[in-house]
């Protein structure tokens, strides 16, 4: 009974609510990532930053993209610091 009542374009739309979703959990994994292989971060600094995303996804995750600066313009955050 439940083949009748679910049309094409309720699969349409599970199809693009699951792909979303899938967007919506890389974009987050790879801003934890992202967060731990900085070196211009403290521990602490990461340990925030993480709770944050971990706790709220969508503010955390927005904070995180629109506060983290620019590579270009001061070299890149991922070189060890010089001895």
């Known amino acids: ?3 009748g009542t679910y049309t094409f374009w309720d699969g ?5 609510v699951f ?3 899938l967007m919506f959990y890389t974009w987050v994994v790879l801003l934890l ?3 731990f ?3 211009d971060h403290s521990g602490w600094a990461k340990a925030g930053w993480a709770m944050f ?3 709220l996804p ?3 995750a927005l904070a995180y993209t629109v506060t983290r600066p620019n590579i270009l313009s001061t070299g890149s ?3 060890p610091p010089a001895a």
């Not at 349409?12 to 693009?16: C, D, E, S, V």
């Open 19 to 21: 792909f979303a979703w």
């Open 37 to 39: 292989r900085r070196y």
């Open 58 to 60: 969508i503010i955390g």
């Open 53 to 55: 995303i971990i706790f």
């Open 12 to 16: 349409i739309w599970t199809i693009f």
């Open 1 to 3: 009974m439940l083949v």
């Open 77 to 79: 955050p991922y070189d």
């Open 33 to 35: 990532i992202d967060n």
